[in-house]
Structure formats: C-alpha cells, structure tokens
C-alpha cells in the first residue's frame, strides 16, 4: 500500500478523528477541575469570613470543649466572636450538640454509633490513704487503653468540714503514677497522688477529698469520686513519724488456685519466727485461702500476727495475674506507716540469714537505702536426700523445705529478685522491686540476707519428694532434665526450732493437706 492509496489516506483520516477526541476529552477534564477549583475558592473565602456559603449551604459551627472542675460548658467559636454556654454531655448515642443550634444540614444521614455492653471503666477505686498533712495516696484500676492511647488526668479536691483556721488551695491537679511496667491488659493499675500547696484538714475539723477523673476528650464524660472522708478529731500528725508498730511487716500477693495448705503452714511458722513478735503478716485472698487455708492462718489471726484481706471481686476487672500489682500498691499504702521495712515476696519462698545472723543484723549492712533487692537460690521441687533404703512414707512428716535440698545451679540464667523498701519513701511499688521512691536502692550481691525459692510447690498437693538422689552424690552435680542441681542442706537445720516455735506459739496443729 503507497502513501497515497485511498486506504493510506483514510487510515490517516481515522488516526486524526482519534486525536481530536483525546483532545476533546481532555479539554473536558480540565475544564471541569478549573470550575471544582473555582467553587472550592469561593467556599473557603465564605468560610474564613464567616458569611454564608453562596450555594445556599450553612456552615457547621465549630465546637471546642474545656473540662473545668465544677459545671461543664462549652467554648463555640464564630468566626470573630467567641461565647460560652452549656452544653449537654453525650448519653447513648447522641452527639454533642450547643443547645442553640438549630441549622440545616447538608449531610443525608446522621449515623450512629450504639454501644451494647460494658466497657472498660474510667477508674475503679480500691482505696486512698493519707499520707501526710497535704499528701494522699488513690490505688485503682483504668482503661488501659485509655492510659495508652489517650491523655487521660486527675484532679484532687480537697472539701473542709470546717473553714476554721483552714488555709491554702483546694484543689490540685493529680500526679497518675502506672506502676505495672506495661503488663495490664483491660485495665492498668493507677496510682493518683493528690499533694496540695498547704496542708489539708489538719484543723482536726475534718473534711472529704474527692478526685475527678477525666478522659481527656471532648466525648467522655468526667467522673467525680469521693475517695476519703475523714471524720472531725480523727486526723492523728504522730501516725507518720517513728517508732511505727512494727519491725517487718509482709505484703503478699494474691492468693488464688489449689494452694497447699501444709506448705502455708511451714512457711507462716517459719517467716513469724525470723521476722521475730515485732512483725505482722497481710495476705489478700483471691480464691485461694479455702477452708483449709484457712484452719492453718486462723490461729495466727487470733494471735494478732496476720491479716487477710479479702479481694475475691478483683476477679471482675481483668487486670494483670489476678491484679498483682493491684495489690501490692494498696497495700504499701494501707500499711505504709505500719513498720520500718515492708517485704514483698511469695509464699514458695523463703527468707535466709546465716546461722548466728538474726535478720536485725543482716539488715544492718542496707541501713541508709531505701530499697534493697536480695537473691534467689532456686530449688528442686521435687529432688530429696534418700539413703539406700528409702521410701515416700519415711518423708512424710519432713516439712518441704528440710526435704527439697537440690539447688538449681544452672549459670546464664536471670533470676527474679525480691525486695523490701521503707514504704514511707515510696509513691508506688511493683512486684519486683519499686521505680518510684525517695532515696536510693542497692541490689549488691553476696549481702547476708537471700531468699529460697520452691517453684510450685504451693499448689502441688501431693508428697513432693519425687526424685531420690543416693547420698553417695551428694557432694557431686546431679543432672535432670538437663538442668545440674546440687546438695544444699542450710535450711534443713532450721526445722526443729520453727516447729517448737510454732507449738510454743499456737499450740499443736495437725499436720494440714
């Protein structure tokens, strides 16, 4: 085919009715986004200067909501001028509104979002404690996911019953202290210190503090929570200053699951015999003190050397280990000036000083710290001495920590610490060890105060020698389960004098299931 042939030329007529129309659609294109371009301009130059929209379209007002303490109003901004004026606070699904607005709207439906349910609470309060003459102390529960993703805050208010010589602020804006290193889940522990410019209530006239929790946002609705009353007469100055009532004094963690009762025998005659009479014992039941728990805690109670608290509704707020951390707070502020050093650790492990060393004097070397961590010497539980003819009726008497005597030796390892602190120095506390103290804390190694640890021998209700090693390798490494233990007899010298300790104590108890 020639350049010149009909078909050449019609092929070039058809590429040239091609091109025009591309051109023809393009020019529509551009066209159109100069006019949307133009419309768009129109409608920011009304909107910056506040007239009407010349489509005829009202613009939507421009809401900014301020969280004050006592009746809640809204900032509207128009345009130049600014009022103020109540608003109602959202309830199901309806949205904020100024109660004088009463435009049109362009949208075709006002889409709702309704909650079905129970969400997580803005605070769960446990308790509040006074801890000082402007200071006070409220653990609970929140949100985590509030605490994390939003900007949550507090603010204390402290009401007088009398205005007689009462001087100073009232309010203050809440210190939220989060103590448990990220291991809540639904809810996080919180802890709000409420510390005022002047002391509050120490007119002995009395007074309330209440704490207002709010969620930071436009949306939620702010909470006012009486926290702590106290009655007139009732504030005491001395309660802060030493001597305190105690020496020691035990936090324990909760208490839930199939717990041995024989092991908490053992442990509490052994603990109230170091620790000495000028201790007390505090243990929080979270379904595991039952019934025969209970018979072997009884007598201590009567005796006035423990306390049980019962925490069994913590269950309803799913927080970290049945609210561990929950817990330890509350109680480092409910007994913060109870005693000299508050000790945080489990009921499978024991407290070790050297013979001759009381525990007085091993705690002489931590004297000027605040907080001290000490060791852990890992046990078998399940590893006992055994001669060449023995059986599993010949321990049955044996208390656990005179029968398990294989320490795990195992290096590399990082092991747990447990800890004691002056709780007077301390804002919060964790399980481990506190973050938040006045002072400082030491974790030196070779200290003379330890403690050992029979890992899950607490919940084992059957008889836990189930291992025998021949005394012929006593003084050797014994391997199982590819972990090397080895022979370590100092607490098996202990138990005869903690069990006439406990006879001289609470009388003979049966030995407990």
């Not at 607005?101 to 349910?117: M, W």
């Not at 769960?124 to 609970?140: D, I, K, S, W």
């Not at 951390?325 to 109680?331: G, K, S």
Request: proline share 6%.
């Amino acid at each position: 085919m020639t350049p010149d042939s009909p078909k050449s030329k019609e092929k070039d007529q058809s590429r040239l009715w091609h091109f025009s129309g591309y051109v023809d659609k393009k020019m529509t294109v551009l066209l159109t986004t100069m006019a949307a371009m133009g419309f768009l301009i129109v409608l920011l130059q009304a909107l910056y200067s506040g007239r009407s929209c010349p489509c005829g379209i009202p613009l939507q007002q421009s809401i900014t909501i301020s969280p004050p303490l006592q009746d809640l109003k809204a900032t509207v901004i128009h345009s130049n001028t600014t009022r103020t004026e109540a608003y109602d606070l959202p309830k199901d699904n309806k949205v904020i509104k100024p109660q004088s607005q009463g435009e049109s709207t362009i949208y075709a439906d006002e889409r709702h979002l309704v909650p079905h349910g129970l969400g997580a609470y803005l605070f769960v309060h446990m308790g509040t404690y006074r801890g000082g003459p402007n200071t006070f102390a409220t653990v609970g529960l929140a949100s985590k996911p509030l605490h994390v993703f939003g900007n949550p805050y507090f603010i204390c208010e402290w009401i007088p019953a009398s205005s007689v010589n009462f001087n100073g602020t009232v309010t203050a804006k809440g210190w939220r202290i989060l103590p448990d290193w990220g291991y809540g889940r639904v809810y996080t522990v919180v802890v709000v210190n409420c510390t005022f410019d002047n002391d509050v209530g120490t007119d002995a006239g009395g007074g309330e503090l209440i704490v207002h929790a709010h969620h930071g946002d436009s949306f939620g609705k702010s909470a006012r929570i009486p926290v702590l009353k106290e009655a007139p007469e009732q504030y005491n100055a001395s309660v802060f200053n030493p001597p305190y009532p105690y020496d020691y004094l035990y936090c324990g963690s909760s208490l839930f699951g199939e717990i041995n009762s024989q092991r908490i025998r053992e442990w509490m005659a052994y603990h109230a015999k170091i620790f000495g009479p000028r201790s007390h014992f505090v243990f929080h039941d979270a379904g595991g003190i039952h019934r025969d728990v209970q018979k072997v805690l009884e007598p201590w109670v009567k005796i006035g050397r423990v306390t049980i608290q019962n925490i069994r509704e913590q269950e309803k707020y799913d927080g970290y280990y049945y609210n561990q951390f929950l817990i330890v707070n509350d109680c480092l502020h409910r007994y913060r000036f109870k005693a000299d050093w508050t000790f945080f650790f489990d009921v499978d492990e024991y407290i070790y000083t050297p013979p001759g060393t009381s525990l007085a004097e091993a705690l002489k070397s931590v004297a000027s710290y605040t907080q001290f961590t000490f060791e852990q010497m890992p046990m078998s539980n399940k590893h006992c001495l055994a001669t060449d003819n023995t059986t599993v009726s010949d321990f049955s008497s044996s208390w656990g920590f005179e029968k398990l005597v294989f320490h795990n030796v195992k290096k590399g390892v990082r092991l747990d610490r447990k800890y004691a602190i002056r709780a007077r120095n301390a804002f919060a506390t964790g399980v481990h060890m506190s973050e938040n103290i006045i002072g400082q804390t030491t974790h030196s190694k070779g200290r003379k105060i330890k403690y050992y640890h029979y890992h899950d021998t607490i919940s084992y209700k059957g008889e836990v020698c189930r291992e025998f090693v021949s005394p012929h390798n006593q003084a050797s490494t014994v391997w199982f389960e590819k972990i090397p233990y080895k022979y370590d007899g100092s607490m098996v010298p202990l138990a005869a004098a903690v069990k006439e300790f406990e006879l001289q104590q609470i009388g003979p108890q049966p030995l407990a299931s």
